[in-house]
């Protein structure tokens, strides 16, 4: 770390009245964050449209596009009209890096054996989005009509997590 | 406008309403945040129930073996009551979204 970005973020920490609460994302990373978590269950969502043959697999695949995609574009409304820049931070990188790889495993396979894989990453990775915005993302942000957004968005992600299990059990 | 034709047009309205004979009621569900509100209605057979939703995505009513109702984002969609009981649905694309529906007969 640069000795000028330090001074700026103890800067930032001394008049933060967050300065107690350090790990705790701002408002611009959190709208990144829940957006980047959007985007992955997009870009996952793609892939099984074009790699399952299975019926209930697609469809579940193209509610979560079309959930995903109205919701993010409900986010970039919010923050245009809030004046928040979403900030690119740590956990956003994490999630997209970890997301890749796990897609990169699912493109090797193909058939059952890609759809079982599919779905249980999907009931997974809503179980972990949901965790982080329970116990980080909607307590951390400041901004009220944000925070409506990631109550609204916690409540999908509950949702889905349940419809994947559903199709889970059909797959048996 | 002439107030005198105003009042006379406002006498016609309730003179239309009150001559219709009494006819099935329409219940309003609202869908908002992923919430059916009233959670819970009653109505009699011959009933209709609207639902009227106010989210960015698709949801659905689903009763398990009974009927199917989709009501697409910022749109309404409407079922007749055809019989009397108690009807649990919830939604097939967020299945955490529950309702009950209990109608009387007629
Ligand atoms: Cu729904």
């Keep these: 770390m640069s000795v000028r970005i330090s001074t700026i973020f103890a800067a930032f920490c001394l008049l933060s009245p967050a300065a107690f609460a350090q790990d705790a994302p701002s408002d611009p990373?959190?709208?990144?964050?829940?957006?980047?978590?959007?985007?992955?269950?997009?870009?996952?969502?793609?892939?099984?449209?074009?790699?399952?043959?299975?019926?209930?697999?697609?469809?579940?695949?193209?509610?979560?596009?079309?959930?995903?995609?109205?919701?993010?574009?409900?986010?970039?409304?919010?923050?245009?009209?809030?004046?928040?820049?979403?900030?690119?931070?740590?956990?956003?990188?994490?999630l997209t890096q970890a997301a890749a790889k796990e897609r990169d495993a699912l493109a090797k396979l193909d058939g059952a054996a890609f759809d079982k894989?599919?779905?249980?990453?999907?009931?997974?990775?809503?179980?972990?989005?949901?965790?982080?915005?329970?116990?980080?993302?909607?307590p951390s942000a400041q901004n009220a009509e944000l925070k409506d957004l990631l109550q609204t968005g916690l409540k999908l992600f509950q949702g889905h997590q349940q419809h994947a299990e559903h199709v889970a059990t059909m797959l048996e | 406008m002439p107030m005198i034709m105003r009042t006379a047009?406002?006498?016609?309205?309730?003179?239309m309403l009150a001559s219709l004979p009494a006819q099935a009621a329409t219940m309003k569900v609202v869908i908002d945040k992923l919430v059916f509100t009233p959670a819970e209605i009653s109505l009699a057979v011959g009933d209709t129930i609207e639902w009227v939703n106010r989210d960015v995505m698709e949801h659905t009513a689903?009763?398990?073996?009974?009927?199917?109702?989709?009501?697409?984002?910022?749109?309404?969609?409407?079922?007749?009551?055809?019989?009397?009981?108690?009807?649990?649905?919830?939604?097939?694309?967020?299945p955490n979204m529950r309702g009950r529906i209990v109608a009387r007969a007629k």
Aim: hydrophobic fraction near 45%; charge should be negative.
């Design chain 1, 117 to 138: 894989a599919y779905v249980e990453n999907e009931i997974a990775y809503h179980k972990q989005v949901n965790g982080a915005l329970e116990t980080l993302l909607i």
């Design chain 1, 29 to 94: 990373q959190i709208a990144h964050i829940a957006y980047t978590a959007g985007v992955i269950d997009i870009e996952a969502a793609n892939l099984a449209v074009k790699m399952s043959k299975n019926e209930d697999v697609v469809a579940f695949a193209k509610d979560m596009l079309r959930d995903h995609e109205a919701v993010n574009k409900q986010a970039l409304d919010l923050v245009a009209k809030l004046k928040v820049t979403p900030e690119d931070n740590a956990t956003s990188q994490s």
């Design chain 2, 9 to 15: 047009m406002l006498g016609g309205v309730a003179m």
């Design chain 2, 62 to 94: 689903t009763v398990e073996g009974g009927f199917d109702v989709r009501i697409p984002a910022k749109k309404s969609a409407s079922i007749v009551v055809k019989e009397a009981g108690t009807l649990d649905y919830y939604c097939r694309y967020h």
